[in-house]
Nanobody, 121 residues
């Protein structure tokens, strides 16, 4: 089973940027649809962004992420990225990546351990 390791979280001031990375094990990364989820304090985990398998030609974003976040993938590096710009305090939370085989709406999949993002002055 694929294993996922996230990195890139940290403390950033409002308006700042972070790039999260999620690296997968094995040789089948290109076949996975990849998703980033965020869990802010007191709320359920929510889908932030998703990218299709293969070349990643299809992406999907939560309304809160549109225009600020960009998901991308590098199959040669087995890595999916989440570029987060214009960060707000309400973006604070734990961000986890998720790998699935199938369409973006597929339930379940494999999870990473998460990385903490804190937006604060």
């Amino acid at each position: 089973q694929v294993q996922l390791v996230e990195s890139g979280g940290g403390l950033v001031q409002p308006g700042g940027s972070l790039r999260l990375s999620c690296t997968a094990s094995g040789d089948l990364f290109r076949f996975y649809t990849m998703r980033w989820y965020g869990q802010t304090p007191g709320k359920q985990r929510e889908l932030v962004a998703a990218i299709s398998s293969g070349s990643g030609g299809t992406t999907n974003y939560a309304d809160s992420a549109k225009g600020r976040f960009t998901i991308s993938r590098d199959n040669a590096k087995n890595t999916v990225y989440l570029q987060m710009n214009s960060l707000k305090p309400e973006d604070t939370g734990v961000y986890s990546c998720n790998a699935i085989v199938g369409p973006m709406s597929t339930i379940g999949g494999t999870w990473g351990q998460g990385t903490q993002v804190t937006v604060s002055s």
